[in-house]
């Protein structure tokens, strides 16, 4: 699209700026909206309105209507992805964490899955008459589409999350609170890598081949390390698997930098795709495991604001250090320095457990419960 339509970096960076900021605004209105209409309407007119919006950026070049569609699909976008989780928390086993780990995980899959199919979008991009990335567009909302005929039964399937009540307290946001920066940063430092490093790599001599495969390979592994991190995610205390997750996605971020081998960019498209989507299921269940199961759905809206205002912020600040002389190895430094910073924040969270009979064999928990109600006595 910045090539066809004769975009700076600056503009294009703008771009996923404006959906980001949708996004942002979704994860604004994703409280009221499921506490109005509850999280299985939401996930539904939303997922649907996405859709549309997709389909409907291939149809025109115009800037101000492609910015206003972008936005437009940043928030569905988040309204669904909010909703969807919140939903996937409540089917979670109420007594297991890695359990309700590896479902947030395959929840999380989509994305890596999502970007998968991207590589065959950036295959349609070459066609160079008419331009390609409309057909790249029809392709992702067809798929969308596709998605609603499947997602939308199993929605409505689902029963509804607990609410809050509205008793005129707040929710215990500081239990988690540097989590909820760590995941801000890291918006910051990852939407920098994934809206400039294809642009990086054919500065480098890149092929158009080389560059399908690196990006379907990104995906891959997004979809493949999540089941590998699930596990270690149910395992670690604290903020050890946010911080875990967001370190590996930095080292990733850095072979492109050092080398101009072919090797380096697809060892970064493994590591990071490996962790890039493990972080989001990380995050998601430090709240689950953090908190009691009426502010979950809090806490994920909170933790898509966090992230989403860093989505807003890294690519405006990559774009700009790419218009200048030092170029788009700059920007990516900087996501580099940001997904660091955020790594060392989140092994500042502290282990609560909101849950404690969680992962504990029945006769365990009742022996446990039993004790306490001794202790009270």
């Known amino acids: 699209m910045r090539t066809s339509l004769h975009w700076s970096f600056t503009v294009a960076g703008a771009l996923s700026t404006a959906n980001s900021a949708g996004y942002l605004a979704g994860a604004v209105l994703a409280g009221p909206l499921t506490r109005l209409w509850g999280a299985r309407q939401a996930f539904v007119l939303s997922t649907c309105l996405s859709a549309l919006a997709l389909l409907a950026t291939a149809a025109t070049t115009g800037s101000p209507m492609l910015f206003a569609l972008r936005t437009a699909a940043g928030v569905t976008g988040a309204v669904s992805f909010i909703a969807g989780a919140a939903l996937v928390a409540q089917v979670s086993p109420p007594g297991s964490v890695r359990r309700s780990a590896v479902l947030l995980s395959i929840y999380s899959a989509g994305i890596g899955a999502g970007i998968v199919v991207s590589g065959a979008g950036a295959l349609l991009a070459a066609v160079p008459s008419p331009p390609g990335w409309r057909l790249g567009w029809l392709l992702f909302g067809g798929l969308a589409t596709l998605a609603c005929v499947i997602a939308v039964p199993a929605a409505l399937s689902c029963g509804e999350p607990l609410v809050p009540a509205r008793s005129g307290g707040r929710w215990p946001a500081a239990r988690i609170a540097p989590v909820i920066t760590c ?12 809206t400039f490093i294809v642009a990086y790599l054919q500065g480098r001599g890149a092929s158009p081949g080389f560059i399908t495969a690196f990006w379907i390979v990104l995906g891959a592994a997004g979809v493949a390390g999540l089941f590998g991190w699930a596990p270690v995610i149910g395992r670690l205390r604290g903020g050890h698997a946010p911080s875990a997750t967001m370190a590996v996605v930095c080292v990733g971020t850095l072979p492109p930098l050092l080398s101009r081998s072919p090797v380096a960019g697809m060892a970064s498209a493994i590591v990071v795709g490996s962790s890039v989507m493990a972080l989001v299921a990380a995050v998601m269940a430090v709240a689950r495991r953090s908190l009691e199961p009426a502010y979950w759905a809090t806490a994920i809206t909170w933790l898509t604001v966090g ?27 900087l996501s ?17 457990d909101a849950n404690p009979t969680s992962d504990v064999p029945p006769a365990r928990a009742l022996a446990r419960a039993e004790s306490k109600g001794h202790d009270r006595d």
Request: some cysteine.
């Open 336 to 352: 580099a320095g940001v997904l660091a910073i955020g790594s060392l924040v989140a092994l500042t969270q502290r282990h609560v």
């Open 183 to 194: 995941y801000a940063l890291f918006g910051v430092g990852y939407i920098g890598y994934f």
């Open 307 to 333: 992230v989403a205002a860093g989505q807003c912020l890294g690519p405006v600040l990559a774009g700009l250090m790419a218009d200048r002389p030092a170029g788009l190895e700059a920007g990516l430094y």
